[in-house]
C-alpha cells in the first residue's frame, strides 16, 4: 500500500469506526456487521472509462440459467446468482474500486473470444477456455471442480451446437487447483492415448507439494483468503478480486501425457498449432503461456490479469520471484507482439488489440519490476519488510485499473520479496527468540493493566481511528484470555471496520473471516484438494513423501522399523526405514532379506491401505505388528484448525 492509499484507507477506517454502534459481548458475526458503516477507501480513479465493462461483455453468448451448479446428490457447489446484489451502487461497506472488480468478475456465460477460441467465465474462480481443433475440441484449465467444468462444458456444448464433439486435448497453463480440479468433469474416464493431457515440465511435483503435502492448511488458510463461509451480500463476501469463489465440488487430477519443455516447442494439437512459451519461477513454479499463431490468439495463463497478482499468497504458498515475473513478461511482449490480436487467460476477461496487449504486458511487467527492485534498494539501506511496505509507493503511471492490489498487494508483496531474499528475521536480536503469540499476549495484558485495561486502551485507539493497534492490542486480549468475551467482540468489530476499509479483496475476506470465527467459532466446510483422484495420480514415492511428514516425530523417537511395500506390476521394491522418528526410503527391483515385514500390493491397494481400510487382499509376509506400529504414529491432519483464538 502506497503512503498515499494508506492514508486513504486510514482516514477510511476512521469513518468506519467513528460510524460504528457498539456491539454486545454476546453479539454474533451478522450483529456485528449490521452495526458496521462507514466511509471505504475510494481513490482517484476514473469511473466513467467504462473499457473493462465493454471488454468483459464482448462476444457474449449466454449464461448458465440459473447460475447454480449441484452435485449429484443436490448440494449446491456454486452459486453466481447469490453476487446479483452487486448489480446496485457501491455502498458504505465496500471500496467503491473494489465493487467495481467484483461486478467485472461476476459477469458469468459463454464467450466469444475469437475464431475457434470460446471462454466460460464466471462458473468457477477461474476461466475454461475451448478451442475447437479439426475434430474434437481442446479445453485449457478446467476450473477446480468436477461439477463445474461439466457445467461449463455442457454451456459451450449447448449453445455451439455441439454435443457430439468429443474433447480431444486437455491443456493445464499450472499446477494450481483451480486450473486442473475439474478435468474429470471434462474427461469422466480420465487420460487416454488419443487424448493428451499437456503441461509444463515439473507440473505434477508441484501439484503434490502445493496441493497434498500442505494441502490441509492451505486449505484452512484459503478459506480466509476467499471468504467461502461468508454471507455473500454488501456486507459479507463480495469477491476475491481474480474471481468471485472457489467452487465446492469434487476435486480430481489427471496426471499430464506430455510435458512441454522448452520455449519455442510447437505442439499441434487436434489439428491446431500452438508454440508455447516456458515461464517457470512466475506465477507458479511451473507455468507456460502459448500462442495460436493461426489464429492470432495468445493465452497469457496467469501471469498476466487484471489486477495485481500475489508474489506470496496469503494462503500459503514458496514466495514467487517477481524479478523473473517482469523477464518473463517483457520476453512475452518480444515473443508475440505483432502476431496477436487477442490476449486471454484463465481469469478475467480478454485484451483485445495489438497496442492494448502490449500496454497490459507492459504494465504488469513494470509492476513486478517495481516492486522487486525498489524493496531491493530498501533492503540494501537497511529497511525491514514492514518498513519497505509503509513507505513504498507505486509511479502514478502504474497504478492503472489492471494493476490495482484487489488479489495481490503492494503490502504483503514487498513482504514476500524480502522473505525470498532475507528469510523470517529482520536481524534485530529482539526478534531473535520471541515468546510464543499466547506467552507474548499473557506479558503484554499483564504489562498493560490487565485485560479490562488493555480493551479500554485498544478502544482509545478505535476513537483515534487507528484501527490497526486496536486490532493489536485486542489480538493480545483474546490470546491471553480466549474466553473474555468482551475482546473477542471488540476484536470482530475492529476486524469488520478493517475489511469494510480495503480494496483488496483478498484481505477484506481475512479480516470479516476473522471477525465471523471470533463470534461465530469455526464452522466446518470446503472442498478437500487430497481427493481420490489426486491421490490416485501421484507416484509411489509421493505417496511415501505424504506419509512421512504425517509421522508424529516425538512419538516416534523410539521406533525401528524395516519394511518392504513391493509392486511387482511396476517391478519395483520400496525399502522403508523408520528411525529417530523419521521415515525414509530407497527403492530397486530386489527384496531386503533384513525387512521385518513385506507388503506385496497394487497402487490402488496402497491408497485404500493409507486412507484407512485396511490390508484388504495385500499380501503379508513377516510381522505384520510392524505395520501398525508405523500407522499408530502417522497423524491425522486438523482441518479446522483455530486462527484467530488460540
Known amino acids: 500500500m502506497s503512503p498515499i492509499n494508506r492514508r ?193 515440465e515439473g507440473f505434477l511435483e508441484h501439484a503434490v507439494s502445493e496441493n497434498v503435502y500442505a494441502g490441509t492448511a492451505m486449505t484452512r488458510r484459503s478459506s480466509y483468503m476467499y471468504g467461502a463461509q461468508l454471507p455473500k451480500s454488501a456486507r459479507g463476501q463480495i469477491g476475491c478480486g481474480l474471481g468471485q469463489n472457489v467452487s465446492l465440488g469434487t476435486v480430481g487430477l489427471i496426471a499430464p501425457t506430455k510435458s512441454i519443455t522448452k520455449t519455442g516447442q510447437v505442439e499441434v494439437v487436434d489439428g491446431v498449432k500452438i508454440e508455447f512459451q516456458m515461464t517457470p519461477g512466475t506465477e507458479a513454479p511451473a507455468e507456460m503461456n502459448f500462442v495460436f499463431p493461426e489464429l492470432r490468439a495468445v493465452c497469457m495463463a496467469e501471469n498476466a490479469t487484471h489486477t495485481m497478482h500475489n508474489i506470496i499468497t496469503l494462503r500459503g504458498a514458496q514466495v514467487r520471484d517477481a524479478r523473473e515475473w517482469a523477464h518473463y513478461l517483457n520476453e512475452s511482449i518480444d515473443l508475440f507482439g505483432g502476431r496477436v490480436d487477442v490476449a486471454f487467460a484463465s481469469h478475467h476477461w480478454p485484451t483485445w488489440g495489438g497496442e492494448e496487449i502490449t500496454e497490459l504486458l507492459t504494465q504488469q511487467r513494470d509492476l513486478y519490476a517495481y516492486m522487486h527492485d525498489q524493496t531491493l534498494r530498501m533492503i540494501n539501506i537497511g529497511m525491514t519488510g514492514r518498513e519497505i511496505a509503509e513507505e513504498i509507493q507505486l509511479p502514478p503511471a502504474l497504478e492503472g485499473w489492471a494493476n490495482r492490489g484487489y488479489y495481490g498487494s503492494l503490502s504483503h508483496n514487498v513482504k514476500g520479496i524480502y522473505q525470498r531474499y532475507m528469510g523470517w528475521f529482520d536481524a534485530n536480536p529482539a526478534h531473535l527468540w520471541e515468546h510464543t503469540p499466547v506467552d507474548e499476549a499473557k506479558r503484554y495484558v499483564k504489562a498493560m493493566g490487565g485485560r479490562a485495561a488493555t480493551v479500554a486502551k485498544a478502544k482509545g485507539f478505535v476513537k483515534d481511528g487507528d484501527l490497526r493497534f486496536a486490532a493489536t492490542l485486542l489480538n493480545h486480549v483474546v490470546f491471553a484470555d480466549p474466553d473474555y468475551t468482551a475482546a473477542k467482540a471488540e476484536l470482530a468489530r475492529v476486524y469488520t471496520k478493517l475489511g469494510y476499509a480495503t480494496e483488496n479483496a483478498v484481505w477484506r475476506n481475512f479480516y470479516l473471516t476473522g471477525a465471523m470465527e471470533l463470534t461465530d467459532g469455526v464452522r466446518p466446510g470446503g472442498s478437500t484438494t487430497a481427493s481420490p483422484t489426486m491421490m490416485m495420480a501421484l507416484s509411489i514415492d509421493q505417496l511415501i513423501d505424504s506419509v512421512a511428514i504425517r509421522i508424529n516425530g516425538p512419538k516416534a523417537w523410539d521406533l525401528r522399523i524395516r519394511m518392504d511395500w513391493s509392486f511387482p506390476a511396476l517391478g519395483v521394491v520400496y525399502h522403508l526405514t523408520v528411525q529417530n522418528g523419521v521415515l525414509t526410503y530407497r527403492s530397486d527391483a530386489k527384496a531386503d532379506a533384513g525387512a521385518g515385514v513385506t507388503l506385496t500390493m497394487t497402487k490402488p491397494q496402497l491408497l485404500a491401505l493409507l486412507g484407512g481400510k485396511g490390508l484388504g487382499d495385500i499380501k503379508v509376509e513377516g510381522d505384520a505388528s510392524l505395520l501398525q506400529k508405523l500407522l499408530a504414529v502417522v497423524e491425522k491432519p486438523d482441518g479446522g484448525f483455530a486462527i484467530v483464538t488460540p
Open 8 to 200: 486513504r484507507f486510514v482516514a477510511a477506517a476512521a469513518g468506519a469506526a467513528a460510524a460504528a454502534v457498539a456491539v454486545s459481548p454476546e453479539s454474533a458475526f451478522a450483529s456485528a456487521v449490521e452495526g458496521s458503516t462507514g466511509a471505504t477507501d475510494q481513490g482517484d480513479f476514473d469511473f466513467d472509462d467504462t473499457t473493462d465493462f465493454a471488454n468483459a461483455d464482448k462476444g457474449f453468448i449466454a449464461a448458465l440459467t440459473p447460475g447454480v451448479i449441484k452435485n449429484a446428490a443436490g448440494k449446491v457447489v456454486w452459486d453466481n446468482d447469490a453476487y446479483d446484489f452487486l448489480k446496485g451502487e457501491a455502498p458504505d461497506t465496500a471500496s467503491k474500486s473494489l465493487w467495481r472488480q467484483s461486478q467485472l468478475a461476476a459477469k458469468q456465460g459463454l464467450y466469444k473470444v475469437t475464431d475457434r477460441i470460446y471462454q466460460v467465465r464466471g462458473l468457477d474462480l477461474s476461466n475454461m477456455t475451448i478451442v475447437e481443433g479439426d475434430t474434437g475440441l481442446i479445453v485449457i484449465d478446467p476450473l477446480i471442480s468436477a461439477e463445474t467444468a461439466a457445467a461449463a462444458l455442457k454451456l459451450y456444448r449447448d449453445h455451439r451446437d455441439a454435443a457430439d464433439k468429443k474433447v480431444t486435448a486437455l491443456i493445464y497453463t499450472h499446477p494450481h487447483v483451480d486450473h486442473f480440479g475439474g478435468a474429470y468433469g471434462v474427461l469422466p474416464n480420465g487420460a487416454s492415448a488419443d487424448v493428451p493431457v499437456i503441461a509444463p
